[in-house]
Nanobody, 125 residues
Framework: QVQLVESGGGLVQAGGSLRLSCAASGGPFSRYAIIWFRQAPGMEREFVAAITRSGGTTYYADSAKGRFTISRDNAKNTVVLQLNSLKPEDTAVYHC??????????????????WGQGTQVTVSS
């Protein structure tokens, strides 16, 4: 059983940066790809970024390319999502999920083995 805890969210002005962390415990972290997705009020879940088990391949939504960077440290059981050049439309709750079988660029909770409660990101204009 893997537990995922997100942190690092907050309130930031447009153009600012945040560093989100996804900390894992309780299981073999390196066996899972890690996916970040977000959900704004009244909106569908949206894929943001993902990283494979080894960290060798990363995936980004078009809205995240060039602004967000995902990385992982398997020795520390942590995945970081660096958010730069934030925009008001990035406002959402950001979740990380762990999956052994998953489809890039989509969000399907049924594919994920575990996910966290999320961290709120609010970007003011």
């Amino acid at each position: 059983q893997v537990q995922l805890v997100e942190s690092g969210g907050g309130l930031v002005q447009a153009g600012g940066s945040l560093r989100l962390s996804c900390a894992a415990s309780g299981g073999p972290f390196s066996r899972y790809a890690i996916i970040w997705f977000r959900q704004a009020p009244g909106m569908e879940r949206e894929f943001v970024a993902a990283i494979t088990r080894s960290g060798g391949t990363t995936y980004y939504a078009d809205s995240a390319k060039g602004r967000f960077t995902i990385s992982r440290d398997n020795a520390k059981n942590t995945v970081v999502l660096q958010l730069n050049s934030l925009k008001p439309e990035d406002t959402a709750v950001y979740h990380c999920a762990a999956a052994q079988r998953w489809t890039p660029y989509t969000v399907n909770i049924n594919d994920y083995d575990y996910w966290g409660q999320g961290t709120q990101v609010t970007v003011s204009s």
